[in-house]
């Protein structure tokens, strides 16, 4: 995806640091805003995963460090959630002003209570999500009661959240004792997506039925079985970018379709995450990827796989057309595919060359097919297209193509 990293000013003046995720097209159908959960920030896996999939659908996500945490301006001990939400609609001003409202709103935990008293105040807002949001600001309370007494006592009191060091001020606790979020959902009157998981430990599932019960339609649950508050497994994230993404569109008009800006068939990218490099053709996006064991981050097929996925597609397709022209009866294809590197003394059609690649490729037939028919179906798989490209002489041509301005 591409990054733009940027500050803007909150109410109070303060920088805040924060990104905008962009499709690869440039060229987004929709803007949201993504609140990140108590203490955490901008950078945190489990909102690039999600915004990472977003992206992938037209949404540009803009995503930012709230006042005192991460890289932006503040101290965290004068902020309160009152800030966060001020934040959340300093930030769709933010978006407003140089790009295009946000339709969509999305908070993680806390963040996720604060996006849905954000949505209240931000008329632009036409979709909100909630991931493993408490029914009620001050359910986060519990995570300093041991400090509660100091905190009464002297004003303020340090505390440990996740290994770090944070100092909660009363007027943090007297900030959440105010916030009535069951009346907010009451009279919010905007589509909401509401994620939780019952393994939940920190935030009950138990405040997703609040959520829900105190929203009006059209609302919507999914559960998020097996993930933890954090959604520290990657698939989990993924899951829920990918759900929002088709979620959304039932409610928000995304206009037309994600136009590819290239005079090729495809495009492909990678920005500073490593090897996830993005892929588009036509109105298709995935991406591509290593896998961990060689400091990938897994997100998507390898190069090579995605050779293996073309010759396995255009083998099953040819089979299958051929067996309709034929009135075969063909029930099923499915091709095994693999790479691997030889030497040439192993392959006795092979000249002379160290090393040469190997693509192997085993076909299972399922349908009433005589063995003649088998045998038949196995030497049109070499007349496919992409067997053919692959086995005759390939000539690349590699040209330099000055950068497009970016247009948002």
């Keep these: 995806m591409n990054t733009i990293s940027f500050t803007f000013k909150n109410e109070q003046g303060l920088a805040l640091s924060a990104k905008l995720d962009l499709p690869i097209t440039k060229k987004p159908l929709q803007y949201a805003i993504f609140s990140h959960f108590f203490t955490g920030n901008k950078n945190f896996t489990a909102v690039r995963n999600i915004s990472r999939a977003l992206t992938q659908n037209g949404i540009a996500v803009m995503r930012f460090d709230f006042a005192g945490l991460g890289d932006s301006e503040g101290n965290f001990e004068d902020t309160n959630f009152s800030t966060n939400v001020d934040d959340l609609i300093s930030a769709a001003r933010y978006l407003t002003a140089h790009y295009k409202c ?10 996720g209570a604060a996006a849905v008293f954000a949505a209240s105040q931000i008329d632009a807002i036409e979709a909100v999500v909630t991931i493993g949001a408490p029914a009620d600001p001050v359910h986060v309370g519990h995570l300093f009661e041991s400090c509660m007494e100091t905190i009464n006592t002297k004003g303020q009191a340090k505390v440990d959240i996740a290994g770090r060091k944070f100092i909660i001020k009363k007027q943090f606790l007297d900030d959440l004792e105010s916030k009535d979020m069951p009346a907010v959902l009451k009279e919010l009157r905007k589509p909401i997506l509401v994620f939780h998981s019952p393994q939940d430990k ?14 009006h339609h059209p609302k919507s649950f999914v559960s998020l079985d097996g993930a933890d508050h954090l959604l520290t497994r990657k698939e989990d994230s ?4 990918e759900v929002v993404s088709s979620w959304v569109k039932r409610y928000v008009d995304f206009g037309g379709s994600q136009d590819l800006e290239t005079d090729k068939q495809v495009v492909a990218r990678i920005g500073t995450s490593h090897y996830t490099t993005e ?39 040819t089979l299958r057309m051929y067996a309709d022209r034929k009135n075969w009866a063909l029930e099923d294809v499915t091709v095994h595919l693999e790479h691997a590197k030889v030497h040439a003394e192993d392959c006795d059609d092979c000249q002379n060359e160290a090393k040469i690649d190997r693509l192997t490729r085993e076909i299972e037939l399922k349908g009433d097919l005589t063995e003649e028919q088998k045998n038949r179906l196995i030497e049109i798989a070499n007349k496919c297209p992409v067997h053919r490209t692959l086995t005759n002489k390939i000539d690349i041509v590699t040209q330099y193509r000055a950068p497009r301005e970016l247009a948002v």
């Design 102 to 111: 946000p339709k969509i709103i999305i908070g993680h935990s806390l963040g």
């Design 202 to 215: 920190v935030v009950e599932v138990a405040n997703a039925a609040k959520i829900y019960g105190h929203a």
């Design 238 to 241: 993924m899951y829920v970018g």
């Design 279 to 317: 892929v588009v053709a036509r109105q298709h996006n995935w991406l591509a990827d290593e896998p961990k064991a060689v400091s990938g981050a897994d997100l998507g097929p390898s190069p090579y796989e995605l050779l293996l996925s073309s010759l396995g597609a255009c083998t099953a397709m």
